[in-house]
């Protein structure tokens, strides 16, 4: 079981500064694991030597969820569990300190539903933590296009009885794309709902619409390759 595999925005205006995250993208994109641990790595070191700074605890997250979406999509559960645990822990921390930053929040929800990939059990433990944080996020953040995403995410995996379901998160990827047209993402995984709900036309469309925005990600050429009529 697979959930919250997707991308974060290309910067962050934090205190310090603009956080600038392109080189995780492009990582993330070709999937390349070295360089995602690697960077991974030095926001560990960073973060461990300034455990009350928010911004360093939420790169250590960030870095650390990307990690764990690459893994997921190599289908490699212990690495993605590892990952993402450590950035649930940073996360947290990062919350703490600033729990009205919808950003924060969000990245929490996003690493929790990491930590469900590690088992179908997981689901019960931190599938609530998983949409709590990110309707949080919502909530302080109303036009976030990746907010909307991360739900429609967790919808997507979440069974009904848990509050999820295909019909919630093809809404949520729509509304993610209508508040950010280029959210390539938010494309891909609205193709990824459509195929399962058998709209495999429309999944179709939906891939390549991604691709047209983000030519650069080898999931989303994955996901079309495999698709009914591609």
């Given at each position: 079981m697979r959930l919250f595999l997707f991308s974060?925005?290309?910067?962050?205006?934090?205190?310090?500064?603009?956080?600038?995250?392109?080189?995780?993208?492009?990582?993330?994109?070709?999937?390349?694991?070295?360089?995602?641990?690697?960077?991974?790595?030095?926001?560990?070191?960073?973060a461990d030597k300034q455990p009350n700074d928010a911004t360093a605890q939420y790169r250590l997250a960030l870095a650390e969820s990307y990690s764990a979406e690459v893994a997921i999509e190599l289908h490699d559960k212990a690495a993605a569990k590892n990952a993402a645990q450590t950035g649930m822990d940073a996360a947290t921390k990062a919350v703490g300190m600033k729990p009205d930053s919808a950003e924060y929040q969000?990245?929490?929800?996003?690493?929790?539903?990491?930590?469900?990939?590690?088992?179908?059990?997981?689901?019960?433990?931190?599938g609530?933590?998983?949409?709590?944080?990110?309707?949080?996020a919502i909530e302080l953040d109303p036009k976030s296009s990746m907010a909307y995403l991360s739900h429609g995410v967790g919808n997507y995996y979440l069974p009904q009885a848990f509050g999820g379901g295909i019909d919630l998160a093809i809404k949520d990827f729509r509304k993610a794309i209508d508040l950010n047209p280029k959210n390539a993402d938010a494309?891909?995984?609205?193709?990824?709902?459509?195929?399962?709900?058998?709209?495999?036309?429309?999944?179709?469309?939906?891939?390549?619409?991604?691709?047209?925005?983000?030519?650069n990600r080898v999931w989303a050429k994955q996901q079309l390759e495999k698709t009914p009529g591609s």
């Open positions: 974060l925005p290309l910067a962050l205006v934090a205190a310090s500064g603009v956080f600038d995250d392109s080189d995780l993208l492009k990582a993330r994109d070709h999937q390349d694991r070295a360089a995602l641990e690697k960077m991974a790595a030095d926001s560990r070191a960073t969000r990245i929490l929800g996003t690493l929790c539903g990491q930590m469900v990939s590690s088992s179908s059990l997981a689901g019960l433990k931190y609530k933590c998983a949409l709590d944080s990110v309707d949080k494309w891909l995984w609205l193709g990824v709902a459509l195929r399962r709900s058998n709209q495999t036309a429309e999944a179709q469309k939906a891939f390549e619409k991604s691709l047209e925005i983000n030519p």
